[in-house]
């Protein structure tokens, strides 16, 4: 067993996990510090999925009728049991996701702001008061529980993901199935534990909250259910094209979040000082492994050589290596087809013309990387159009240059794209910037002025357009999509006067 293998272990033990490996079983969990097999698993057959959601709808038809403030206690219990266990979880986040410790930690705080967030929402769950127009009547919206609440989620925010679904849709009096990637299972049965923690401490059903492992066919019986209402889908645009048709056939509700390709505008008058550090942090931040991380900068012609050049000068002094030493800035890509996409396509935009700047290889030990992991150089290429390669989402830390003359230029540029989820502006041109957030400007789910476009708060809706799949998550209303809306009119008159003036008698 290797010294990972026995850390996960532990920390799996601490936080009430149990021992859930099996020798026989076809999970293998994996970390991509080193490759190192972790521990195997068994997956849920399609039959134990089924009796999962039945368990999960007996629990919801129990837990839709406690009152929602009430229901704030369970996600308050669970943001106490995150904000007692962040240490330890974010080290297992780092050890089975590969992210620095720093990121491992921050992902884990996420999920307390969430709960912190939806404790607050329990008490603010209310429709509208409308006027009627009729006489002694009065309209009015409430919003219920919806079901079972299906969560799919990525590997590359292994616990985050399920903690935005989870915190909104308990408080919102839904029941939980997850599942999460194949490639982080056990961030999802320590997560689980907790869950299951905190609805002992409270009294709730234990069933409210439930994780089934396995790979995508595991998903395809939440997809299909009908005891589903809502499936929560985190992931590749290609895993969205093929979940949104079969939820849409029994004409279930999606909520999708999907790949992003996103850019930012860096204009004559920005600040560069402040653009490098915004670009550097999301282009190679979690090795450029996040859904917001940026792959495309729309530099102005006229600073383009002097932002290459200082990007170029920054991408020399970022430290790769293993996320678990605190030095490191840029750890590994989570596997093998990872780094062979990340390669294809570095060789592919110079085949169209494209010039590598800096990066684009495999790092070998002198440049940190560590034996058995797949540790890549993040890579700078300064294209001369945006090809094909340029308009694909490449997860990994490649970050394209393309230059522009006018605004509506790059906005165009910025645009053309299919996906559709964060977007920046780095100026100090206040028309520039409105123009970019206008509906004329970025297309995008999320706009941003003088920060990079990775590293969402959590108070605000998360999610994109176009190929991103058009969710909301997280913050503002995304409440809603977790409950049911009923609009109620209610007669107290002794007249029953017909809408739009009626008669029938
Ligand atoms: P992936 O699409 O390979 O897998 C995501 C999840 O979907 C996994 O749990 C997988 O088992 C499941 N899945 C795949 N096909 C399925 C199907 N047909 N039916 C049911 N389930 C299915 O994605 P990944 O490689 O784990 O994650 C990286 C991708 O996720 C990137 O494209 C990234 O941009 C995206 N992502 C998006 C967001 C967002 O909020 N928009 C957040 C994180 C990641």
Redesign the pocket.
Known sequence: MTDLSTRARQILAELGAGDPFAEDGGLVATSPVDGSELGRLVAHTPAAVDATIGGAHAAFEEWRSVPAPVRGHLVRELGELLREHKEVLGELVSIEAGKIRSEGLGEVQEMIDICEFAVGLSRQLHGLTIASERPGHRMMEQWHPLGVVGV??????PVA?WSWNAALALVAGDAVVW?????TLLTALACQALAAEACRRVGAPQALSQVVLG??E???V??DDPRVPLVS???????GK??AP?VAARLGRCLL????NNAAVVAPSADLDLAVRGIVFSAVGTAG???TSLRRVIVHESIHDELVARLSKAYGTLSIGSPLEPSTLVGPL?DTPATEAFLGAVEQAQADGGRLVTGGTRADQMSGAVTGGQYVVPAIVDMPAQTDVVKR?T?APLLYVLTYAELDEAIALHNEVAQG?SSAIFTLDVREAETFLSAAGSDCGIANVNIGTSGAEIGGA???EKE??GGR?SGSDAWKAYMRRTTNTINYSTELPLAQGVEFQ
């Open positions: 799919i989620s990525a590997f590359n925010f993901v599942k999460p990637s194949e490639k790979d995508r595991v998903g395809e939440l997809v889908a985190t992931g590749s645009t290609r895993m093929q979940v079969r979040e999907l790949g992003g492994q996040r859904c989570v989402e997860f989820l998360f999610g994109g991103t799949g998550e």
